[in-house]
């Protein structure tokens, strides 16, 4: 069955057949009624068919050459237990067109993966391999970009790595208690009720990642800890896998009191969007200012996301980059 007709071009045209192993493994890759398979004829404009466990691709011969190798690349990770989706199909497509010279030809740099009891997790664009490995190498680590980009759930989940590793012997969560120019006194209930709704990302993440009745295991043994970050101070932690999320409505002093909580033997990772900042007018964020003062100091390391590593439905991609465009626009 033809899934998308090629269209008449001056390019190069050319007719690419994959061919595949296992019945099992290419159910899960064309996806329900092959919507994986037509998905990715529409990204690319080529023409798609299937016949049993052989692809044909046909049109402009660069496109084919794309779509070979993103399904190539994603049958790698079905065979590893991982089941694809159109948002993988995706991020497949502008992992590729993104791919600068000299890079590797996988679209999905799988080799770098998570285990975490209840799934395995692995990097869906170059920017997040390279915020993976700043973690693995550095101390302290910034994660910055606009949503989506998963620089607080990777975080989590290389934190809950290195404790199932007994790298670590406890994970600590926090985040500034402050949100969308809300006051956290008018919000009802005790004050455990009332930086809860803050905190609820955090345990959501971790949830994600471990089962619940181990997290409530470690939860009350003290060995994951979730607080809102004034309750970091007077504290040194050592031997403990730090995040600090939603750092931009950190103030400056929130911070410098934050960092020089770091002990032995730990991990630190803070991730923050510099355009969601809730801070008053007044008040510069602490995360911008950090990243000014600490850029060069060896063993800290300082990594950017892009919109093009978003991973959440494409058209937050494309959100992010119409507000980017608006703020350029009205400075």
């Given at each position: 069955?033809?899934?998308?007709?090629?269209?008449?071009?001056?390019?190069?045209?050319?007719?690419?057949?994959?061919?595949?192993?296992?019945?099992?493994?290419?159910?899960?890759?064309?996806?329900?009624?092959?919507?994986?398979?037509?998905?990715?004829?529409?990204?690319?404009?080529?023409?798609?068919?299937?016949?049993?466990?052989?692809?044909?691709?046909?049109?402009?011969?660069?496109?084919?050459?794309?779509?070979?190798q993103i399904l190539k690349d994603l049958y790698k990770i079905v065979?590893?237990?991982?089941?694809?989706?159109?948002?993988?199909?995706?991020?497949?497509?502008?992992?590729?067109?993104?791919?600068?010279?000299?890079?590797?030809?996988?679209?999905?740099?799988?080799?770098?993966?998570?285990?975490?009891?209840?799934?395995?997790?692995?990097?869906?664009?170059?920017?997040?391999?390279?915020?993976?490995?700043?973690?693995?190498?550095?101390?302290?680590?910034?994660?910055?970009?606009?949503?989506?980009?998963?620089?607080?759930?990777?975080?989590?989940?290389?934190?809950?790595?290195?404790?199932?590793?007994?790298?670590?012997?406890?994970?600590?969560?926090?985040?500034?208690?402050?949100?969308?120019?809300?006051?956290?006194?008018?919000?009802?209930?005790?004050?455990?009720?009332?930086?809860?709704?803050?905190?609820?990302?955090?345990?959501?993440?971790?949830?994600?990642?471990?089962?619940?009745?181990?997290?409530?295991?470690?939860?009350?043994?003290?060995?994951?800890?979730?607080?809102?970050?004034?309750?970091?101070?007077?504290?040194?932690?050592?031997?403990?896998?730090?995040?600090?999320?939603?750092?931009?409505?950190?103030?400056?002093?929130?911070?410098?009191?934050?960092?020089?909580?770091?002990?032995?033997?730990?991990?630190?990772?803070?991730?923050?969007?510099?355009?969601?900042?809730?801070?008053?007018?007044?008040?510069?964020?602490?995360?911008?200012?950090?990243?000014?003062?600490?850029?060069?100091?060896?063993?800290?390391?300082?990594?950017?996301?892009?919109?093009?590593?978003?991973?959440?439905?494409?058209?937050?991609?494309?959100?992010?980059?119409?507000?980017?465009?608006?703020?350029?626009?009205?400075?």
């Amino acid at each position: 069955m033809n899934l998308v007709d090629g269209k008449k071009s001056d390019k190069v045209t050319n007719i690419l057949k994959v061919e595949f192993d296992s019945n099992e493994h290419v159910a899960i890759l064309f996806g329900s009624h092959e919507a994986n398979l037509k998905y990715l004829a529409k990204k690319l404009a080529i023409g798609v068919s299937a016949r049993g466990n052989t692809v044909s691709l046909h049109g402009e011969a660069a496109k084919v050459a794309q779509g070979s190798q993103i399904l190539k690349d994603l049958y790698k990770i079905v065979a590893s237990g991982i089941p694809v989706t159109i948002q993988d199909i995706d991020r497949a497509v502008v992992n590729i067109n993104n791919r600068g010279q000299g890079e590797s030809s996988n679209v999905f740099i799988s080799e770098f993966s998570i285990a975490a009891k209840k799934k395995t997790i692995y990097p869906k664009s170059l920017g997040q391999q390279k915020y993976l490995e700043s973690i693995e190498k550095s101390d302290l680590v910034f994660g910055v970009g606009p949503a989506g980009t998963g620089k607080t759930f990777l975080a989590m989940a290389m934190a809950v790595r290195s404790f199932l590793n007994e790298e670590v012997d406890r994970i600590v969560l926090t985040r500034p208690a402050i949100e969308a120019g809300e006051k956290i006194g008018f919000l009802p209930g005790d004050i455990a009720e009332k930086i809860n709704p803050y905190l609820r990302p955090l345990y959501d993440a971790l949830n994600d990642l471990l089962d619940s009745a181990r997290v409530q295991s470690l939860f009350s043994r003290g060995q994951i800890e979730i607080a809102p970050i004034a309750f970091m101070r007077g504290r040194t932690l050592n031997s403990s896998f730090v995040i600090l999320d939603e750092a931009q409505n950190c103030t400056i002093d929130q911070m410098k009191m934050f960092l020089t909580r770091i002990g032995f033997g730990s991990k630190v990772v803070v991730t923050g969007d510099m355009t969601q900042v809730d801070l008053p007018r007044d008040k510069k964020s602490g995360l911008r200012h950090a990243l000014s003062i600490l850029k060069d100091i060896p063993g800290i390391s300082l990594h950017y996301f892009s919109e093009s590593d978003v991973v959440r439905h494409p058209l937050v991609r494309s959100i992010i980059e119409a507000y980017d465009k608006d703020q350029t626009i009205n400075s």
